[in-house]
């Protein structure tokens, strides 16, 4: 494949090569219409190979390939005509020639896709090339009367023309694997070449994705890669259909007549001894005119002798000759000639196949590109950017003038061959340069609007829009780099200011001026945004309307300055006040407003009004003056009480006034129902901290008795709480509300107390020798100093650490189980009895079980209640004392409150019992008499 791409496509990449140098810098009409015309010459060339050479060939899938090619070109000529700027149906929109160009590429491709079912199906070529001609006129009518919106001015490709190009590809794709699944059906040169046009295809058709503007760098590559497709059909298609023909020539001329260009076997003597009907119309002669005459005086230059003609040598030395181009000055044609030795007995004639092309076109357009390229080494001189392009060792193999002026050069002569060490920038900037063209050329990306900055021998600072591109050779190799570049300084500092002057009107037109806080404008976005959140993530959030109160009295009396000033002190405390997700926005005079994302709920939203109430009541020393101020504040909760956003703002405004008209310096909620929960929890929270200062909590006990012994093996310690009005508050009521805010530490650390001291008396008064069980919040185990509280407890209680037994629930010992497990350890070395509170509610793991260094299991009796008529129950209870038996532990059933539910408890090997029916939680007083009388 190497030899093949090396040999054969010369001209077609050095033409391609040739037609970007002139599309970036002269034209790209003429770019295209050259390329194009070339596809459609080889879209010909392919049909007319196909058609004269079937009769020995029998190839139906060359046929089939090229009656389809035929009526491709047919359609590519119309894309041509109709591309903008052709002026030829004076059609400006490029919608026609896309739709030209989708409808042919998708006919291509399904022209390729179908080739492998026919190479075994028979069929007439007028049928087929109806069909196909038929298909190129309705194409044609689509392109013409009705196109496709395929491309918008100034945004580019339609989605429609980038699916087009998709399914093309996904088309071609298919061929692909087709065909490699049918490669033994090929000829190895057919085959490579077949696969190679497809991929041409694919990568031609996903440049056509990419790009913007029609007449862009994408653009240009996909035209390139469909002609190279093309082209590498055509040689294949040449190579596979003549290889046949010049073995078959020693058979008879006839044979010959099947190759469309001119061939004639040669004798060593140089006399033509065999042609074909090419050579004939080449020559413009009969066969009886040409059949043993002179080669040379027929073929050859006129302007040249035989013994000095490098063709007549080559044939009398019977050598290979490909592709030998010659000037018949005379006639200023240039004819291509190709030799292939042969041998043969038949008549015993030997010597050579001789090839005979006329290429004048083709040398014609080659001397147009010649002068072409003249004319762009003008045009880049011309160009208002500097140019250069360098090899692969950086070394420079041009530039234009302006580049020549940046670097204090005057000719072209002076740069050839240096680096950008040899520069005026080499102190400075040559290093970067060239470390940056080598990734250029290694890793073949352009790089492309760069902006880079470079300082020059005065220290003087410039920033360089740069474009950067690799230079392919023909075999692919790397040859150099091209770049451009310009200096845009003035445009970028423009640009800069422009940038800050439209932050700042943004930000003038989305803020308060003199707080700087978002204003209604910038608020109304942000709670629409926030109740869009909270809709899809199906959260919450508030809306806090706060109004200063008699705020007016003090712009009045000490003016408006001093009020501003006010305004401002407000809005920082508020500011800080808040989470940082948070908005607060001034939407008035004295008024305010905050929204309030996901709050974890309402105590928390009354946590954080109570803290922006808390701001508004210091003073504010401003000079000479101390000033007071107080707020109201409305809250509206979304969903709750609206889901649109300017219905939320009315509800928190409704329920400011709310709290205006309850006498100010407060907050109210829109829902009654949320102002009592809130102002419940603030109460609650105050009695509770106010309760722990005093240590007003009394210490109940419960007995825990070995039903099977009749002994007290245990009492439970148990808080209550009887407010300062003789009002007993339930543990259910304030205990999660100590655990959710962190006074359960303190709450938990004053029962411990009052507890061992209350059982030590007991055991002094030998009334009471089993162990006191403590009840162990997660917080507080998870203190850092939760070991030391402990130590301290029993050092100053001089209650032995064995008769005291920690109780902690399954659920939370599940948090960190890691870090209890390890707490947990230490206070067992010390002697301390560990047990599981509420064993089956939790979703504790039994690895973590069995690690824990507990003694007892707590049944708990939500699992009693209903003991013995409740199978489930039944099930649960008979496991968990199954399990603590497997383990080695004790069990103690919660909640006993009937002879049945003791019985069942004996009957499954569970001893001890806690509960209603030996006894509920009493107070010290009567656990006192209870302790003294149990026996009795």
């Not at 700027?85 to 896309?98: E, H, V, W, Y």
């Not at 009969?286 to 073929?299: M, T």
């Not at 003008?378 to 500097?386: A, G």
């Not at 299991?857 to 013995?868: G, M, R, Y």
Request: charged residues 20%; negative net charge.
């Amino acid at each position: 494949m190497k030899k093949l791409l090396a040999n054969t496509y010369l001209i077609p990449v050095l033409l391609a090569l040739f037609l970007i140098i002139v599309r970036y810098n002269y034209n790209y009409l003429v770019f295209h219409t050259f390329i194009e015309f070339f596809s459609v010459f080889v879209s010909f060339s392919i049909t007319l190979v196909t058609y004269y050479t079937y009769s020995f060939t029998k190839n139906r899938y060359l046929l089939f390939i090229g009656l389809g090619y035929f009526w491709i070109g047919f359609l590519d000529l119309f894309h041509i005509q109709t591309y903008p700027g052709m002026q030829i149906f004076m059609i400006d929109s490029p919608n026609n020639t896309l739709t030209f160009w989708v409808l042919t590429r998708t006919l291509g491709a399904v022209i390729l896709l179908t080739a492998p079912f026919m190479r075994y199906r028979t069929f007439r070529n007028i049928t087929v090339s109806s069909i196909f001609g038929a298909t190129a006129l309705i194409i044609t009518y689509l392109a013409t009367m009705h196109p496709l919106s395929l491309y918008i001015q100034g945004q580019g490709l339609t989605d429609l023309k980038i699916n087009f190009e998709y399914f093309i590809i996904a088309i071609l794709a298919v061929t692909l694997y087709i065909n490699k699944k049918h490669n033994q059906e090929f000829s190895k040169g057919i085959y490579s070449a077949v696969m190679l046009s497809i991929v041409f295809n694919i990568l031609s058709e996903l440049s056509f994705t990419l790009y913007n503007d029609v007449y862009g760098f994408l653009n240009l590559v996909g035209h390139i890669l469909k002609f190279l497709s093309f082209w590498v059909l055509l040689q294949a298609i040449i190579k596979t259909s003549l290889k046949e023909p010049f073995t078959l020539m020693q058979k008879g001329a006839s044979t010959y007549d099947a190759i469309p260009v001119a061939a004639a076997v040669v004798d060593e003597l140089g006399m033509v001894r065999q042609i074909n009907h090419a050579a004939c119309e080449f020559l413009s002669l009969a066969e009886i005119d040409i059949i043993g005459k002179s080669n040379h005086e027929l073929f050859h230059p006129k302007n040249s002798q035989k013994s000095q003609c490098s063709i007549c040598q080559a044939i009398e030395q019977k050598k290979y000759i490909e592709h030998y181009e010659s000037e018949d000055t005379s006639s200023g044609k240039y004819i291509e000639f190709s030799l292939s030795p042969i041998s043969s007995s038949e008549k015993n004639i030997q010597g050579v196949v001789q090839i005979s092309i006329d290429i004048t076109e083709r040398k014609n357009l080659q001397i147009n590109v010649q002068n072409q390229f003249k004319l762009l080494q003008n045009i880049i001189n011309t160009l208002p950017v500097r140019v250069f392009w360098k090899d692969t060792n950086g070394k420079y193999l041009g530039a234009n003038n302006l580049f020549l002026q940046d670097a204090k050069l005057n000719s072209i002569d002076e740069i050839l061959g240096k680096t950008d060490l040899d520069m005026v920038w080499a102190k400075t900037d040559a290093k970067k340069y060239m470390n940056d063209d080598q990734e250029v050329i290694k890793e073949r990306i352009a790089k492309l609007q760069i902006e880079e900055k470079q300082t020059d021998e005065n220290g003087q600072t410039i920033i360089l829009s740069t474009s950067k591109v690799p230079l392919v050779g023909i075999n692919d190799e790397n040859i150099g780099i091209l770049g451009i570049y310009e200096d845009i300084t003035d445009t970028k500092n423009m640009q800069q200011q422009i940038v800050q002057q439209s932050k700042k009107l943004h930000f003038q037109a989305t803020h308060d001026e003199l707080t700087l806080l978002p204003n209604r404008a910038l608020f109304q976005d942000r709670l629409a945004l926030s109740i869009d959140n909270a809709k899809r993530n199906s959260q919450d959030c508030a809306l806090l309307f706060i109004d200063l109160d008699e705020f007016k009295e003090i712009n009045d009396s000490l003016g408006h300055h001093m009020g501003d000033k006010v305004l401002k002190i407000i809005a920082q405390r508020f500011k800080q006040a808040i989470r940082e997700k948070d908005t607060l926005a001034r939407i008035g005079g004295d008024e305010f407003v905050i929204i309030v994302d996901d709050y974890k709920n309402i105590e928390a939203l009354s946590t954080l009004t109570q803290k922006i109430l808390d701001t508004t009541n210091k003073g504010i020393d401003i000079g000479e003056h101390v000033l007071y101020i107080s707020a109201s504040v409305g809250i509206s909760v979304y969903p709750k009480d609206s889901t649109d956003a300017q219905n939320l703002l009315k509800c928190a405004d409704a329920a400011m006034y709310k709290a205006k008209d309850e006498g100010k310096g407060n907050y109210q909620f829109y829902s009654q129902e949320m102002t009592q929960k809130a102002m419940k929890r603030i109460s609650m929270q105050s009695k509770l901290r106010n309760a722990i200062k005093n240590e007003v909590f009394d210490v109940y006990f419960q007995p825990q008795i070995n039903a099977q012994t009749k002994e007290i093996i245990g009492l439970e310690a148990l808080v209550r709480w009887i407010d300062e009005n003789g009002n007993m508050i339930y543990p259910d009521e304030f205990i999660p509300f100590a655990e959710e805010t962190g006074m359960i530490v303190e709450l938990d650390r004053i029962v411990m107390k009052k507890a061992l001291a209350q059982v030590m008396q007991w055991r002094n008064e030998n009334i009471f020798t089993g162990s006191l069980s403590l009840n162990l919040a997660m917080k507080q185990l998870q203190k850092d100093d939760f070991e030391l509280s402990i130590s301290n407890l029993i050092s100053s209680s001089k209650c032995p650490p064995e008769k005291i037994e920690l109780e902690i629930t399954e659920s939370g010992l599940m948090q960190k189980p890691e870090e209890s497990i390890a707490k947990l350890n230490r206070l067992k070395e010390l002697g301390i009895k560990i047990s599981i509170d509420d064993f089956g509610t939790g979703y504790s793991s039994l690895s973590y079980i069995k690690k824990l260094p507990i003694s007892k299991i707590k049944i708990d009796k939500s699992f009693v209640v209903e003991l013995p008529d409740n199978k489930d129950d039944i099930s649960i209870v008979k496991a968990i004392i199954a399990l603590a038996s497997s383990l080695g532990l004790k069990t103690l059933a919660e909640g006993v409150e009937t002879a049945q539910q003791l019985e069942f408890m004996l009957e499954n090997g569970c001893h001890n019992i806690q509960g209603y029916y030996f006894a509920k939680p009493m107070s010290i007083e009567d656990t006192t008499r209870f302790l003294k009388n149990f026996h009795k």
